[in-house]
């Protein structure tokens, strides 16, 4: 069993920036692909960008909506994964959820914490 623990969302102005964390314990195995997403209210949850554990950097992937001002990366040695999301806007208003997914398909996910983007 995998627990996912997310942290560091809140309410910030238009422009303005938040980091988000996510730690994982329990059984972990590797590979596995670390990802955030998000859901708004009345919408679907959507993919927000995934990163996997391969190589010192990990392949990233992010939704086109926030391509330039959102970067993933993750520490393997601590399986957490962050999201530092830059000139927030308030569309970005959103549940983000943290998702863990592993090579034999058992998929987590965490709780999800609030972030909410004033104008």
């Known amino acids: 069993q995998v627990q996912l623990v997310e942290s560091g969302g809140g309410l910030v102005q238009a422009g303005g920036s938040l980091r988000l964390s996510c730690a994982a314990s329990?059984?972990?195995?590797?590979?596995?692909?670390m990802g955030w997403y998000r859901q708004a209210p009345g919408k679907q949850r959507e993919l927000v960008a995934i990163?996997?554990?391969?190589?010192?950097?990990?392949?990233?992937n992010y939704a086109d909506s926030v391509k330039g001002r959102f970067t993933i990366s993750r520490d393997n040695a601590k399986n957490t994964v962050y999201l530092q999301m830059n000139s927030l806007k308030p569309e970005d208003t959103a549940v983000y959820y943290c998702?863990?997914?592993?090579?034999?398909?058992?998929?987590?996910w965490g709780q999800g914490t609030q972030v909410t983007v004033s104008s």
């Open positions: 990163i996997s554990s391969g190589g010192s950097v990990g392949v990233t």
């Open positions: 998702r863990l997914t592993m090579i034999n398909g058992l998929a987590s």
């Open positions: 329990g059984n972990i195995f590797s590979p596995n692909a």
